[in-house]
């Protein structure tokens, strides 16, 4: 088997924990991250200066998005809102010795642009996917629907991280049904910081560990 170089992080929705995850997957692995395509930096932070604090990692393992737009959009409608498209074409990996975090907009179907949806740029990229879901009520459906939209596209998926409150039995069937590794699972984390992200990265398996 050929190790990756490294995964693409996804999640079940918007607002499920991403950013979090992959900061302690850059922590735990002493990985680069990546963004791909951000949106919504009229209303918030960007997601690289937070994984950058919050994964203590050094600013050159940090690139740069390709494409960055300020509505809390789908990239394809933020795109469209400053009269811009966005293409397949325009992603490459970036070239690095270390693993590499790439960080997903979004859910797995959101657009990326007309016909274009997230799961074709995890395709162009070919790094399996670590899923992102919280522990609570509804998550075995939108776990399970994702890992089956992913692996009806040919995605290969490394495995499922939970974030919140512990919840066995949730893991226990998203697990079994998905039939799918649970990675790690990431409690609330507060205050949101280096030493809580490096105390949650501690439970991740190491990077030799997790694609072996």
């Not at 079940?12 to 950013?19: H, P």
């Not at 997601?47 to 390709?66: E, I, Q």
Request: hydrophobic share 50%; with cysteine; glycine share 8%.
């Amino acid at each position: 088997m050929t190790t990756p170089s490294g995964v693409f992080v996804t999640g079940t929705d918007t607002g499920v924990g991403k950013t979090v995850v992959s900061a302690c997957l850059v922590r735990a692995w002493h990985a680069d991250y990546w963004k791909p395509a951000q949106t919504g930096i009229a209303t918030e932070t960007a997601d690289t200066p937070v994984v950058a604090m919050l994964s203590g990692a050094a600013a050159g393992r940090m690139h740069p998005p390709r494409h960055i737009f300020a509505q809390p959009l789908s990239v394809e409608a933020a795109a469209a809102a400053e009269g811009t498209r966005v293409a397949l074409s325009d992603f490459a990996l970036p070239r690095t010795p270390r693993p590499l975090v790439v960080e997903g907009a979004g859910g797995v179907l959101v657009p990326i642009a007309s016909g274009v949806l997230m799961v074709d740029l995890m395709r162009l990229l070919g790094l399996p996917v670590v899923l992102v879901a919280r522990t609570t009520l509804g998550t075995i459906n939108h776990t399970l629907l994702s890992l089956e939209a992913l692996r009806l596209r040919g995605i290969s998926i490394l495995g499922v991280v939970l974030v919140g409150l512990p919840n066995p039995g949730n893991a226990e069937a998203i697990a079994r049904h998905g039939a799918a590794r649970i990675l790690a699972q990431v409690p609330p984390l507060s205050p949101l910081c280096v030493a809580s992200v490096a105390a949650a990265s501690a439970s991740f398996p190491s990077w030799q560990v997790a694609t072996a």
